[in-house]
């Protein structure tokens, strides 16, 4: 095992994925935030730098797939790791890399003078047993939000804990474009967030919270100083976030109707991407977007039939949602919205029926992707019971192939002609 001694100086290769387009930053947003934490902080003897692997590359259009020799990516990973004489390699682990980092730490590892190695991101689920089992050459494993681990790396990895959760205080955390960690320039897309974790729980969701936590991030001071630059550098679009923009509770629809607010007072052209729960609309939230043209609300509408969304502990009834969709579509707020499909208990018939309606009330951007079961989800554990088959797509995530009333391919299709 690598290994940290009290007072060393941290030398750290932070390894993730992205699918980079031509317009974003090549770090991602969350890894850009932990080495914000790290250099910021003044806790820390060292440096931070960040590995990248763009997936975009190995997308082939000709195969409308991925097509990854990860045995081969891994080995090189591993050597520009090891060439780098870092001490600390600390990956971002998500379902689409797992199958890649799993081999890369496992080349690692095998290594006589190999690097601690850390595993942090949404795939570190489960007690550290199970961890081990997963990842048999990690050393240390960060549960959750990571800013305030890595704001104090050493510290934590010189410690006895080999399993760690410890929220920072979100509020207090700096922004990584103010600080210069994120460059950005004119025509640019960026990221930006409001708030963090979500009340629902939908059995499918990767991001699903068992606490049902939701935390604010930063202040109103500083979102205003991070519209203020984006506004400066001519972003293009800047997208929110937030797993879900439209919380109605007091202080959380006080933050969102401020950002608002304050994108049409600063006078910014920048198209702004909101994540909508349709049953949660008000007319406070409807009457603000209809005033401004570059809002775009990015509506996750998944299924319209209610033993479906039953089914997936979607939560709201449907003809609640019909009838705020409805709405929206009214006041023609611009609206992108994504379906699933080859979800429990659905056939063809009720995905066709979906896809009329929401064309029948006029919205253009409509897109549907099959079903993808991730570990950490209630659905990992009861799709069988559901009668879906699955097989690992080329990224190694599962995905639904299959259902009882043997019509997947005619949803396969159906999605495929929008």
């Not at 570190?124 to 990571?146: C, H, M, Q």
């Amino acid at each position: 095992m690598g290994k940290i001694l009290p007072g060393k100086s941290l030398n750290v290769m932070l390894v993730a994925t992205n699918f980079c387009r031509p317009d974003e930053a090549r770090v991602p947003y969350g890894v850009s935030c932990l080495t914000n934490a790290f250099k910021t902080s003044g806790k820390n003897s060292g440096a931070i730098r960040t590995l990248v692997i763009d997936l975009n590359r190995f997308y082939q259009t000709g195969r409308g797939d991925f097509r990854i020799k990860y045995g081969k990516l891994a080995k090189k990973i591993a050597t520009l790791i090891l060439r780098s004489n870092c001490n600390v390699a600390a990956f971002s682990t998500f379902a689409w890399s797992d199958r890649l980092f799993s081999k890369t730490i496992a080349i690692l590892s095998r290594h006589k003078k190999h690097p601690l190695i850390v595993v942090g991101g949404p795939m570190v689920i489960g007690t550290l047993g199970e961890l081990r089992k997963r990842y048999p050459g990690a050393d240390f494993f960060i549960e959750s939000y990571g800013e305030k681990v890595f704001a104090d790396f050493g510290v934590y990895l010189c410690g006895k804990e080999r399993l760690v959760k410890d929220l920072p205080a979100f509020e207090t955390l700096s922004s990584p474009y103010l600080d210069g960690e994120i460059p950005v320039s004119r025509s640019q897309s960026v990221r930006m967030e409001l708030r963090r974790g979500c009340l629902f729980h939908c059995a499918f969701c990767r991001h699903r919270n068992l606490e049902k936590k939701v935390f604010c991030i930063g202040c109103r001071r500083t979102h205003v100083q991070e519209l203020e630059f984006f506004k400066a550098r001519g972003v293009r679009k800047i997208n929110v976030l937030d797993p879900f923009f439209n919380d109605r509770r007091k202080d959380f629809k006080a933050l969102s109707m401020n950002f608002l607010s304050d994108v049409r007072r600063l006078g910014l052209d920048a198209e702004i991407s909101l994540q909508i729960r349709p049953e949660m609309l008000d007319e406070d939230y409807l009457d603000e977007a209809q005033k401004m043209p570059n809002v775009i609300f990015e509506i996750g509408v998944q299924s319209l039939g209610d033993e479906v969304c039953a089914a997936i502990d979607r939560g709201a009834k449907n003809a609640v949602v019909l009838k705020k969709l409805s709405e929206v579509a009214c006041r023609k707020i611009r609206t992108e919205i994504t379906l699933i499909y080859g979800l429990p208990k659905q056939t063809a018939t009720a995905f066709r029926r979906d896809l009329e309606t929401l064309c029948n009330m006029g919205f253009e951007k409509v897109s549907a992707f099959p079903l993808q079961v991730y570990p950490g989800t209630k659905l990992y554990e009861t799709y069988r019971d559901f009668g879906l088959e699955v097989k690992e797509n080329a990224l190694g995530i599962l995905q639904v192939c299959g259902n009882p009333s043997g019509d997947f391919s005619e949803m396969e299709m159906l999605a495929s002609t929008l």
